[in-house]
């Protein structure tokens, strides 16, 4: 993978060197297209074949026109001003006027090189798990029929976008041969997910907490917005929910404190909808992991039942009050409800009857850095529907491999390299207090100074170490932001048993009379007796016959006792004794009555134990006795466990933090950029949020996303000063994208400071040639941004760049200096994030122009481009079109100035109100005026 993406870098190198303007060589998948002579038209073989062809500049409204209505299918963009197309021999001549070279589309062309090579030098009987996807104009069947003609198995099948979709096991010789096919567009290696927030298995008892500076101010919380999240399941999954078997999904407002581990308040009081995509033949969507319970929480948690150290701990965006959950993992950790087909699953969210417009993932593929079906989907799936802002974690692959002190490039995961999405790195929290460094944590990813050296949590300028760096093969700026991701403190699902420890149940205990024990049981004699349980059938314990199904000698951090009581014991006492080696004393740990209630009890074993050092559960015993006055009663106890619980990154109180027992049952500190992207979720549904109540009620995600990058946080120079180990770079760079999120601007704006956003949808957007001013007038020094952001056209897989639709954007100052964007001193035609930025503007007159430098993939039927721009800064006179036409696409003017006012309205309303405003104030001053006479 590294060589490949050596490659690609170089090759994109290439192109914009070679280019300029956009007219360099045709590169794709690795390869230089164009280094090839052209194929002649008069000798192309009768057929529909699929080829690559190539435009003479420029591809202009008109020429997609003719494209399609040529006859021939246009499959894909091919940087700079090419096509993949199905197409005959006349389909081609159609257009040769326009042509600059025709090509075949060919095998090699269709396999990342690191595959292809692969593939060949392994043998034809070696097998493969491969993601074949077809071109649009065949079926889903006919694909199916060529896989089995060449001795591949078909695992699955689906339709992604435009086009079938096939996992597929065959061999090597197989899959080479199907890349001759004419039915097949690209072949890769079938993806194998992985939770984002993997770094926490290298630590034992580690944990994150958002620092105060992220704090919801202002009332903004998220209130009124829905958002989504697939991730391993939410909590006990005994929500109360109702079940719809026609839609597949619970629903209902979660108010079920459950008769077994009571459902996590955070959550108590939220609409949701939940897809039990993971295992749903039993109806669960338990969080068996807990994983997408702290995602859950960190993104809209609201715990007033559990307040942390007599605080609620509340996620970002704590008043979302309806949500989407799409629980994808099994029990046995596999992702079983992601198909290879990721657009079904934002389908599924966007659909749902609640409507969520934020989507939040922190799952991805390891080890895949190239534009591939994954990431094609998901921009696919953001070009259809640009209401929905999906969000992915940047992946935790970052490391120094080469022990230079430095963090290694390119290293994003998929599909959070697609272009569309809002990618998410992770930045250090603010936990000063925590000792634990990189070094210690992961030895071999850091083993040299200062990122050896460095605390993990002790610098919110500071970079997580293992946050995944940029660039992106073709030379995409990533990520798109980072939030904090270390040391997060959030929801601890009450279904997690860890791995060292033992369940034993349900439990049936009858009572054989006053002051006896039980019998321990779990599906009969024998199987209590093969996971070593004792099983006591004598009235009453003695030392010999305990209960010891823990057969650890040392345990640090937690030994947790959990279970729950599924019957009512009719009267008497139930008592919960543990047997304690060192004091050769029983111990009681808790008494229950009918009348105290049933419910899920949880118990840290370490804490009634006198000797807390090694071998501290050698001969650990536990015991439950009854008084009862009915022999004939008794008691059901279900999922009985005894664990050595790490709790991920720790608890609160194993790193000194005070915190009660039931808070460190119920929080928990994880870490990753998984970690991270709940916190930039809960971002973007505050932000949704504002804008809603200053009347855009349905912003697009790019609109979304350019608000996060205009008011993010530049970490410049990092946390190892600006010499040699220089961490973060001045932005936009491959480190922390355009900056750490930070509304404090947004939602506490300083006096003087203004923002005006601008939305422009199809029919108002860019087309190739065209070109939009607005002029405005900047007051003061403070600093000018401008953001523009748009929602690209899915690329081809194997693209070598990955933008389609080329817009400019430049800024000219009142002295005549022009700006451009991302820190360059010309047009950027690589990312569809833009931005420019000038720190001490001069004061006077700016105008702001937009180019469509390149268009071929507009939306229909204006074949345009939408996008929209973001101004801030001291920027009083909203910016118009020109100097007479203002904006008629809808545009929002958020000034916060003395008055701290905020208005949104169409452009072209503001012009048609003001004269009737002036003639009410002349009414109202001549009437002042007869009154004073």
């Known amino acids: 993978m590294t060589r490949y993406f050596i490659r690609l870098m170089t090759l994109a190198g290439l192109s914009l060197a070679g280019c300029g303007r956009g007219t360099g060589p045709l590169i794709f998948n690795g390869h230089v297209v164009d280094r090839d002579a052209s194929l002649r038209m008069s000798s192309l073989p009768s057929g529909r074949l699929p080829y690559i062809i190539r435009f003479r500049g420029r591809v202009m409204p008109a020429d997609v026109s003719m494209l399609e209505s040529s006859g021939m299918v246009k499959e894909g963009y091919v940087p700079e001003n090419g096509f993949i197309v199905l197409a005959n021999r006349g389909d081609l001549l159609n257009l040769k006027d326009r042509l600059a070279g025709v090509w075949a589309y060919r095998p090699s062309f269709r396999v990342p090189p690191d595959f292809y090579d692969r593939l060949i030098a392994s043998g034809p009987d070696a097998t493969y798990d491969a993601l074949v996807l077809g071109f649009r104009s065949v079926t889903g069947g006919t694909l199916v029929q060529d896989i089995e003609s060449l001795e591949g198995t078909v695992v699955g099948t689906a339709r992604s976008g435009d086009g079938p979709l096939a996992h597929v096991r065959a061999g090597a010789g197989s899959l080479l041969s199907l890349a001759s096919s004419s039915d097949v567009r690209w072949i890769q290696p079938y993806p194998r997910f992985i939770l984002l927030n993997d770094v926490a298995s290298w630590i034992i008892g580690a944990r994150m907490s958002a620092s105060t500076v992220y704090e919801n101010t202002n009332g903004y919380d998220g209130r009124g917005q829905a958002v989504a999240i697939a991730d391993t399941g939410l909590d006990t999954g005994n929500a109360g929910l109702a079940y719809d078997p026609s839609e597949g999904r619970f629903y209902g407002t979660i108010t079920d404190t459950g008769t077994g581990m009571p459902f996590h308040p955070a959550f108590l009081g939220k609409q949701v909808s939940v897809y039990a995509e993971g295992y749903p033949d039993v109806y669960s969507f338990a969080d068996n992991v807990g994983h997408g319970t702290h995602v859950a929480g960190t993104l809209l948690g609201h715990d007033t039942v559990t307040p942390f150290a007599g605080m609620p701990h509340d996620g970002m965006a704590y008043g979302v009050d309806r949500f989407v959950f799409q629980a994808v993992m099994n029990r046995q950790g596999q992702f079983t409800g992601i198909s290879f087909s990721i657009g079904k699953l934002f389908e599924q969210a966007y659909d749902d009857p609640l409507a969520p417009r934020i989507h939040s993932d922190s799952w991805g593929v390891s080890n895949i850095n190239y534009y591939d079906i994954l990431a094609w989907e998901l921009d696919t799936f953001m070009w259809s529907h640009p209401d929905m802002l999906v969000l992915f974690a940047a992946g935790n692959d970052g490391m120094d491999a080469d022990a230079d002190g430095i963090v290694d490039p390119g290293s994003i995961e998929t599909p959070a390299l697609a272009k569309d999405c809002l990618t998410v790195g992770a930045s250090e929290s603010y936990r000063p207090t925590i000792k634990l460094t990189y070094g210690v944590a992961w030895p071999a990813s850091f083993p040299a100074p200062p990122i050896s050296t460095g605390r993990i949590a002790d610098d919110p300028d500071g970079m997580a170490a293992f946050s995944s760096r940029g660039p992106a093969s073709d030379g995409r700026i990533e990520p798109d932001l980072v939030a904090p991701g270390t040391f997060i403190l959030s929801a601890r699902s009450g279904s997690v048993f860890y791995s060292n420890g033992f369940e034993h149940g349900p439990g049936a205990f009858s009572i054989s009379g006053t002051s006896q024990g039980f019998a321990i049981q779990k599906y009969g004699y024998e199987s209590a007796q093969a996971l070593g349980v004792t099983v006591v059938t004598a009235p009453v314990l003695s030392a010999a016959e305990l209960f010891t199904p823990l057969s650890i000698a040392s345990v640090s951090g937690r030994a947790e006792l959990s279970f729950s009581v599924s019957s009512y014991l009719p009267d008497g006492v139930l008592s919960l004794e543990c047997y304690d080696p060192s004091s050769g004393s029983w ?243 690589t990312n569809n994030i833009q931005q420019i930025e000038i720190p001490d503007p001069e004061t006077g007159i700016y105008r702001l122009t937009i180019k469509g430098h390149n268009v071929p993939q507009g939306v229909q039927p204006a074949d345009d481009q939408p996008y929209a721009l973001v101004v801030s800064g001291g920027v009083f006179r909203r910016p118009v079109e020109g100097r007479l036409y203002p904006n008629r696409g809808f545009s929002c003017s958020l000034a916060y100035g003395t008055s701290g006012s905020a208005s949104c309205m169409y452009g072209m309303a503001l012009l048609l109100l003001l004269p009737a405003l002036l003639l009410v104030a002349r009414y109202a001053l001549a009437r002042r005026r007869e009154r004073g006479a």
């Open 587 to 829: 111990i009681t740990m808790d008494t229950f009555t009918e009348t105290t209630g049933w419910q899920g009890k949880d118990y840290d074993i370490l804490s009634y134990l006198t000797d807390t050092s090694t071998d501290n559960l050698n001969g650990f015993g536990l015991r439950f006795t009854v008084s009862a006055s009915d022999p004939a009663d008794y008691v059901m106890l279900d999922d009985i466990a005894i664990s050595t619980v790490t709790d991920g990154w720790g608890s609160a109180s194993s790193w000194g933090i005070t915190a009660t027992s039931r808070e460190d049952r119920r929080y928990v500190f994880l870490g990753g950029t998984s970690m991270a992207t709940p916190v930039a979720a809960g971002g973007a549904a505050i932000v949704r949020q504002w804008l809603a109540l200053r009347g855009m009620t349905a912003p697009s995600a790019a609109l979304v996303k350019a608000v996060l990058i205009n008011t993010a946080h530049d970490m410049y120079p990092g946390q190892y000063g600006i010499g040699k180990y220089l961490e973060v770079p001045g932005r936009p760079n491959n480190v922390e994208g355009w900056g750490r999120l930070d509304l404090r601007r947004l939602l506490s704006p300083p006096r003087g400071w203004y923002l005006h956003v601008f939305d422009y949808p199809t029919g108002r957007g860019m087309t190739t040639a065209g070109q939009r001013t607005l002029e405005f007038e900047v007051l003061d020094h403070e600093l000018l941004m401008i953001t523009l952001v748009w929602t690209d056209y899915p690329a081809s897989p194997g693209a070598s760049k990955a933008i389609v639709n080329q817009l400019e954007v430049s800024v000219t100052d009142p002295a005549g200096r022009t700006y451009y964007p991302n820190g360059m001193d010309q047009p950027d035609l």
